[in-house]
């Protein structure tokens, strides 16, 4: 169990009557525990408190996806969740899925295929393409739609994305993403 | 966009929960999956002096079955339901519903209850509930349990008639009874996106093929959901051309909502009726198809 | 030329770089998350503002009382107007022509706001939510006066007045003229009158703005990080706002989460931030969130416009007459008016219209300031011009493919003048070459126009609705006036770039990179490249207008010739002989001597150390600098071809088939070209199904969300994506290069709304432009009465 260190991205809550709770959560399998602002949100306790700072704020009302984690193993927004109401949960960020250096399949496929153009909204797309991994959906079925409708790019016009996402996805057999908890 | 301070606890059980409910002043509330919440205190157009998470407390993580319904608890994510193989054969309905409920992201922290507390306009899972004469076990504080069947919980235009200072311990929805059949129709601008107005409905044939039961429930259309009694009335009144009869049912379930139907900036009032009308009857004719097939009779209405 | 160019990527081999489909290098970072963005960089030192934003769209500020605010906590400042000075509180505008009335935006609401969003007062304090706690303790004391939303209600005398000393709230016009600007209509010619209405739009990048501010060189100095496409504008428009020399101040922009036009801009907080840090003398932040972006980020493309096209019986159009007014908002943007005097200088596009009387005014009202978003007032032109074009094919029964042929410019009337025009950088519209009936021959071949008749019949008996669009356009690109670039042979043999465009997306430091390691004969692992930092880049132009590849790259390509050169001097001097004893070969020097040697680039910086014999000779830099003169843009062209259709159900409008035959002159990439077209494409789908910005009638902007503000999402790429190439090279680019970004939006929207059209011909449509075409939009026009035959408009 360890304290977060202080980041270079956190900020200060000077006031001592700013209330707080205990939160004990796993991020990126290491125990983190830390007393937190109850209306700290999720993803600002990542980024600030942790310097986990590849999950992006695009829009603050869970609608673009660009703050896409992983929480007990399934996609959802850290936008829309206080840090406190993950006590207990297994949370997976990018920075949790990357290779110690260079680039795993997902994201050599996103760059064979010019998935990303600014970048912003990248680290969330590919969180949700783990998540359909994980539960091995199928390329053709309609459930990608689904999945890639929680997120929005503005730069792509989503073809390329589609095209990496297919070809990631028929390429899962459990084994092609390294890094994975 | 950060919300304004507030105190957080995680209640240890659904007794502390009203407890600390009752005490607090009438800004308080229960904080489940918080996807609708958590934005609204995030842009600041609500406030609340205490956010109670029930999601840790036992006997709400539950689904039952027991003669003729499943019972859902107030901790159960929506994508959990969506994907269980007990919802997916008894309620499929509810199953079919969330897989429109925002988005897959979303559906894995908001839970079910949730939506029925939360009564969006347009909200899938309240109108599933009307549809299914769900029942709302509901706790106050001193340990007081009240029943409220969905169709009074939403019976005024808008927000809900839920007491104040409330929790809902659980929603039962009737199952799927042998040869009934359902059907779940949502129009959107795109998917990921609200629903402008959406219908659930289910129907079941005797062996004539006339229809023997039926109910039709409409959200979106007016700020809070209905139930279409008038309508689901004429549907058992009629005679063997099913087909027409859905069609007429279809304008009578639309024209016959309590309330003024809704302008906002996606829609005007005057599309979502019309909306409204094609949603009813897409709804009504997928679940004359499965029964159809269910009870063996040929299907003419697909 | 190439004929259809299949697109796939692979890595870069060899040495020839121009044409491959080279992956970024700059996804590594990016793909890890790491693409360091501004709200990414180490914050903690910092201070958090949050701006306290008019909530008013029009009033008198009697007060601005800060003291609850001050007491709440964590907070270390509550500002106003009367607590930061500026020598000039104006914000820059490049294109106000002659005549046009001074209504630059001030940096903060001294005692009117004009705006919903307007900056009133800054909290600066521990952190972002204790900031806007206390914002919401400022009390601010308005006296509503009465506000003005519609621009036709306020360009009229006796509307309420923005700024009552200029006496109208008409503050810009600009007129385009050629030909017979006065022709008339002969006997037997159509004469067609439409008033087109263009809703307004906002650009939504991922990435919301953000500003740092800090005191650097023991407080000599300012340092201002900002995601700007300006960063060079910026640091000009910081020294005049604070009387200070331009190399007090640093600007650097990180790379963009996106721009589109709206960081094309100088902004209020871009100077109150700096101001801010200067005050309290320590280093502050401001990060824009979404709520905020809708009303603090500027808008586009609210115009409103009356066209009469006069068109002889054959269906050549004889004359182009039109008149409009852009709802500009309160202010200026930095380029507010150009997309206004873009409507004129590129509405006929690729088709001849020898008589043109275009006269187009800016008016304000009580909306956010207008700027620049993706194709600049070129989508709304386009769009006007085609569906004049559909319409008279309707009016005269010609097919609209034949009625098109019959008015493109022919290949041997290029270059064409088409008159002088007030379009900055572009002292005529004069366009280069091309051949407009090919590209439009080639888009109707790959889009089926031919049996498109069988589909729309079969999807009637589906039920649906299909019809079928065409657009074609040619686009102002590559702007000058000039651009700058400097580059290094660095002591460790790599090649060091300094740029003057901004990465947002479109790939350019891999686009600069494959020309400089072309044209240096190295690999393009060895070319590094850096931007945004005005220290190392003091003078560059910018980032828009589609100039980022055919003008950034070709300055870092002549750069790159201008270091060869510098480089086989150094090599002259050090081995004391003659320039032409050495020459350069592809990817280094050849030395004379009894063997002659050849010294790779990357090996010279050390030889040359060796050479001068100097003790414990260090190798050194050798830098060139270019400075290109662009006096001519040049114009890219494409013809998009929608196929729409649409469930009379539901209203629901859908792309099954979208096509675009494009010339961007010589393709450096073809992935990032396809990926901007694309993009483009997308962009321009979402703005005319479903993007609108809306105000109420006391002027509150009632958008305020992404769910508020439709954007597209990835079922709205249209399933069967056609793209057809062709590269004409331009002479008026030093490499034959012309732009590509913007192009994608530009045709969008005259194809889908020519579609929509097309589908729904049996009714008459309510008001043409731009839409949005909603379920709603769809069902109140299937409501419509029937349309009656098409003969009554002839003359």
Known sequence: MTQPDATPHKKEWGDPGEPRTRLRVS?????????????????????????LTA??????????????????????????QLAVQTEGAEIVTLEGMNAAGGLNRVQQLFQQHHALQCGYCTPGWLMTVYSMMKRSVCPD??????????????????RNIWAAVRHALSETDGSGVTGEQ | MKPATFKYVRAETQDQAVELLGAADGTARILAGGQSLIPALSARSISTSLLLDIMRCPGLDMVLQSAGEITIGASCRQSQIERNPVIQQSIPLLSEALGWVAMPQVRSRGTVVGCLAQANPGGEVPVVSLALDARFDILLSGGVRRRMPAEDVYARETDTNLPPKSLIVSAAFRSCAAGEGWGFSEVQLRPGHVALVCCAATLAVDEGGSIRSATIAIG?????????????????????????????????????????????????????????????????????????????????TA | MTEETPIYARRSRGRRYAGEAVLRAEDEQLLRGAGGFLPD???????????????????????????????????????????????????????????TMDVRQRVIARDRVRYVGQIVAIVVAENRYLAEDAAALVEIDYEPLPPITDHMAAKEPGATLLYPELGTNVVYQVKQRDGNPDFAAREGDLVIRKRFEFHRQ???????????????????????????????VLRSALAGAFGLRPDRIRVTAPRLGGGFGCKEMVYPEELLVPAVARKLQRPVRWLEDRREHFAATTHAREETIDAEAVVAPDGTFVGLRIKGWANTGAAYGFVGNTPITAMGAMVRGPYRVPNLDSHMFSVVTNKTPLNVLRGAGAP??????????????????????????????????LPLDRGRTEFAGAYSVLYDEGDYPRCFEAALKLAEYESFEAERKAAAERGKLRGLGISMYVEITAVGPSETARIALQPDGTVLLYSSIMPVGQGSETVQRQLIAEELGIAMEQVAIRQGDTDEVPDAVGTFASRGAAVGGAVGRLAARELVKRIVECCAAACACDSAALRWEFGGVKFPGPADEFVPMAEIPARLATLRRVAEATPEKIEA????????????????????????????????????????GKIINPLLVEGQIVGGVVQGIGEVLRERLVYDSAGDLKTRAMMDYVLPGPSDAPADFRLWHMETPTSFNPFGMRGVGEGGTIGAHGAISNAVADALRDYEIAVEGSGPFTPTWVMETLQRPRRAGPDENRS
């Open chain 3, 202 to 232: 906002t650009a939504i990048p991922m990435e919301p703005r953000g500003v740092i501010a800090k005191l650097i060189d023991n407080g000599e100095r300012v340092h201002v990080e900002s995601p700007t496409q300006l960063p060079q």
């Open chain 1, 27 to 51: 991020v990126n399998g290491k125990e983190v525990c830390a007393d937190v602002p109850d209306r700290l949100l999720l993803s600002d306790f990542l980024r600030d408190d942790l310097g």
């Open chain 3, 625 to 664: 600098k270019y400075r290109l003169e662009v006096p001519r843009p040049s114009y890219a062209y494409a013809a998009h071809v929608a196929v729409v259709e649409i469930d009379p159900q539901t209203g629901r409008i859908e792309i099954p088939r979208y096509t675009v035959a494009h010339d961007c």
């Open chain 3, 41 to 99: 960089l180490p914050a903690s030192h910092a201070a958090e503002i949050c701006m306290v934003r008019s909530t008013q769209p029009h009033a008198i500020v009697r007060s601005v009382r800060r003291e609850r605010a001050l007491g709440s906590p964590g907070v270390i400042a509550v500002l106003a107007a009367d607590d930061l000075e500026f020598v000039d509180d104006a914000l820059p505008c490049v294109d106000m022509i002659p005549g």
């Open chain 2, 220 to 300: 979106g259309l007016t700020t809070s959901p209905y139930r279409a009694h008038h309508a689901e009335k004429a549907l058992l009144a009629a005679g063997g051309d099913v087909e027409s009869a859905i069609r007429d049912a279809a304008h009578m379930a639309t024209s016959e909502r309590p309330w003024p139907s809704r302008t906002d900036l996606h829609a005007t009032a005057a599309f979502r009726e019309k909306a409204g009308v094609a949603a009813v009857a897409r709804a009504l004719k997928k679940a004359h198809a499965r029964c159809s097939r269910q009870a063996g009779l040929k299907n003419d």
């Open chain 1, 55 to 80: 999950l992006k704020v695009g829009c603050g009302e869970g609608a673009c996806g660009a703050c896409t984690i992983l929480i007990d193993g399934e996609a959802a927004r850290s936008c829309t």
């Open chain 3, 380 to 413: 709304q032109a386009a769009l006007l011009m085609e569906r004049l074009l559909d319409e008279a094919a309707r009016m005269l029964k010609i097919d609209r493919a034949e009625i098109r042929r019959r008015n493109l410019i022919q290949p041997s009337e």
């Open chain 1, 141 to 158: 079925s309609e459930e990608v739609g689904r999945h890639l409708s929680g997120h929005i790019c503005r730069c792509t016009g989503y």
